[in-house]
T-cell receptor, first 115, second 109 residues
Framework: DAEITQSPRHKITETGRQVTLACHQTWNHNNMFWYRQDLGHGLRLIHYSYGVHDTNKGEVSDGYSVSRSNTEDLPLTLESAASSQTSVYFC??????????????FGQGTRLTVV | DAKTTQPNSMESNEEEPVHLPCNHSTISGTDYIHWYRQLPSQGPEYVIHGLTSNVNNRMASLAIAEDRKSSTLILHRATLRDAAVYYCICTSGTYKYIFGTGTRLKVLA
């Protein structure tokens, strides 16, 4: 079955280190998204991509970067991890249709702790 | 994409219907109304979406006001498994989903 997987599921890192969170989907979806969710808050959009070599900034993109070299993967990189980036990160994908009727599929999340 | 407003929390008894409201007064003519829910410790999952007409699927029904400025997600018989945070999102051709804080539904046994 097609799926979307995130790795690792849990990670602890030190302040200042570079961290990369992986997201891999097997649906061949054009659209991919990264969100963060902090305790008591909804999901906030970090970056998104509409296809290979396309990336866009979301609501809270400072300190994060993404690259899209193929359809299946959208890794999220924290250039220099900060304690404020401690959060749960969700990746999502959706197909590109003529209208905005695409159901998005979310991964199980990566819990990142920056100490 | 239109901003949405939802109550912070609601309660329902098990086996009873639940009506979750959402206001989206600045919705444009091309915005679809999507509902997602997030069970504890999981990623969000799709529930239903619509444009103008009411919609039904195996999970829920979506009732859209005639002026489209509000909508209601209807769970016909709430179960304990339906306890989750429900998000109402309006989006058009951008395909991206901007989440609000949602409604936390508590189902009482």
């Amino acid at each position: 079955d097609a799926e979307i997987t995130q790795s690792p599921r849990h990670k602890i890192t030190e302040t200042g280190r570079q961290v990369t969170l992986a997201c891999h989907q097997t649906w061949n979806h054009n659209n991919m998204f990264w969100y963060r969710q902090d305790l008591g808050h909804g999901l906030r959009l970090i970056h998104y991509s509409y296809g290979v070599h396309d990336t866009n900034k979301g609501e809270v993109s400072d300190g994060y970067s993404v690259s899209r070299s193929n359809t299946e993967d959208l890794p999220l990189t924290l250039e220099s991890a900060a304690s404020s980036q401690t959060s749960v990160y969700f990746c999502a994908s959706s197909p590109r249709w003529g209208g905005a009727v695409a159901e998005a599929f979310f991964g199980q999340g990566t819990r990142l702790t920056v100490v | 994409d239109a901003k949405t407003t939802q109550p912070n929390s609601m309660e329902s008894n098990e086996e009873e219907p639940v009506h979750l409201p959402c206001n989206h007064s600045t919705i444009s003519g091309t915005d679809y109304i999507h509902w997602y829910r997030q069970l504890p410790s999981q990623g969000p999952e799709y529930v239903i979406h619509g444009l103008t007409s009411n919609v039904n699927n195996r999970m829920a029904s979506l009732a859209i006001a005639e002026d489209r400025k509000s909508s209601t997600l209807i769970l016909h018989r709430a179960t304990l498994r339906d306890a989750a945070v429900y998000y109402c999102i309006c989006t058009s051709g951008t395909y991206k989903y901007i989440f609000g804080t949602g409604t936390r539904l508590k189902v009482l046994a």
